[in-house]
């Protein structure tokens, strides 16, 4: 974990309720894809840990869904604000088990921390499929990013206003060779129920401090009770404990 003072070079609207943010800093982040950082936020007691979209240089990119006070603040913060942000944070996605057509799938707001994942994967020379679901054509991100990258990229949408109707578990077929995905509880466990092979799952959680230290994002495992926060955010398929 690492702590450092970021201004904003971008707080853009890209889809319906959904916000992309260009943080720079003082020197080069080394964020590894799948983590992600936790902004202090004027007025708010506990910081708002994000996922990642992507990092290069001093920059960090992240997506943000209004979703509660603190998502609506950082709505209206303009360019050239300073925030105090912890970022390194988490355990990030292993690229180096995927074998050659790794498949990634994503669910709505956990579409992001997959795009500076399929870049990494793109960059190793690997075949990068790729799934993204969401409610409906106006909460779509990413999509026209990831096929710059060479990514084959299917949208999904419940009510079938953009690419096809269903979601992302539905559509996971091919010959593909490993899984990534993130997203809401229920899109990954039914991921997880489709997914026949081995891969890793980002999970979204409600956490309080971000780095291990309250417990609050604790849950259970078969290797034993892990933090997301911590010991995640991702996890490995076979380890996961899928708890009502």
């Known amino acids: ?119 990494e994967l793109a960059a190793a020379g690997k075949e990068v499929s790729c799934v993204l679901g969401f409610n409906t054509a106006k909460e779509v991100i990413l999509a026209d990013e990831l096929r710059a990258l060479g990514v084959d990229t299917r949208v999904v949408t419940v009510d079938g206003s953009a690419g096809d109707r269903g979601y992302p578990s539905e559509y996971l077929g091919g010959d593909c060779t490993y899984i990534y995905t993130c997203g809401p509880k229920a899109m990954l466990k039914g991921v997880y129920s489709s997914w026949n092979g081995d891969g890793q799952f980002s999970f979204e959680e409600r956490m309080g401090c971000g780095f291990g230290a309250c417990m609050g994002c604790t849950c259970k495992t078969k290797e034993g009770y892990k933090r997301i926060c911590k010991d995640g955010p991702v996890l490995y398929k076979e380890e996961i404990l899928w708890e009502d």
């Open 1 to 119: 974990m690492k702590k450092g003072i970021f201004s904003i070079k971008e707080n853009i609207e890209i889809a319906a309720g959904t916000y992309r943010m260009v943080l720079e800093g003082e020197k080069d982040v080394n964020i590894i894809p799948g983590q992600f950082i936790d902004i202090k936020l004027d007025g708010f007691t506990l910081r708002r840990p994000v996922s990642v979209c992507d990092a290069y240089g001093s920059k960090i990119v992240i997506c943000y869904r209004i979703a509660g006070e603190g998502t609506a603040a950082m709505r209206e913060y303009e360019e050239g604000r300073k925030l105090d942000v912890l970022y390194g944070l988490g355990n990030g996605f292993d690229i180096t088990v995927c074998g050659e057509k790794p498949l990634l799938a994503g669910g709505g707001i956990g579409s992001a921390p997959l795009y500076m994942l399929a870049k």
